[in-house]
C-alpha cells in the first residue's frame, strides 16, 4: 500500500511540474529561421525528417541537418560536406543572435 501512495504522488508531483522549456535549437527546428549573412536574408524551414529546404535568390535548396549538443549541424547542394555550428542557450521565437557560419557572422532570427 505504502508504496501505490508513493508511487501516486510522484506521479502526481511530475503533472504539477512546470512543463520543461524547449531549447533554443528545438524553436529553432519547430519555427524555423531567417538567415541573415551577407546582405541575404535566407528563410529556412526544418522537417521532423532530418532535412530543411531554404530559399535563396528564388531558388529553394534542399538540405539535411542534426542536432550534436548545441551545435546545428547542416549540409546542402551549396554547402558541401557537413558544418556544425555552435547556438546560443535561452533564445526563442522572435529572438535574434549572431553565430559564426560557414560564411562569415550570420544573424539568426527564430520565426514567432
Known amino acids: 500500500m505504502l508504496k501505490k501512495l508513493l508511487i501516486?504522488?510522484?506521479l502526481v508531483a511530475a503533472m504539477a511540474a512546470p512543463a520543461i522549456a524547449e531549447t533554443t535549437l528545438e524553436y529553432v527546428?519547430?519555427?524555423g529561421v531567417v538567415v541573415s549573412v551577407q546582405?541575404?536574408?535566407i528563410p529556412v524551414n526544418y522537417h521532423e525528417d532530418g532535412t530543411y529546404a531554404a530559399v535563396a535568390m528564388?531558388?529553394?535548396i534542399p538540405g539535411t541537418w542534426r542536432i550534436e549538443g548545441t551545435s546545428l549541424c547542416t549540409e546542402s547542394s551549396m554547402q558541401p560536406g557537413e558544418n556544425c555550428t555552435e547556438y546560443p542557450e535561452g533564445k526563442g521565437p522572435g529572438d535574434?543572435?549572431?553565430v559564426a557560419g560557414a560564411m562569415g557572422p550570420t544573424t539568426i532570427t527564430i520565426n514567432e
Open 8 to 10: 501516486s504522488s510522484a
Open 96 to 98: 535574434s543572435f549572431t
Open 58 to 60: 528564388g531558388s529553394e
Open 29 to 31: 527546428i519547430s519555427n
Open 39 to 41: 546582405g541575404y536574408d
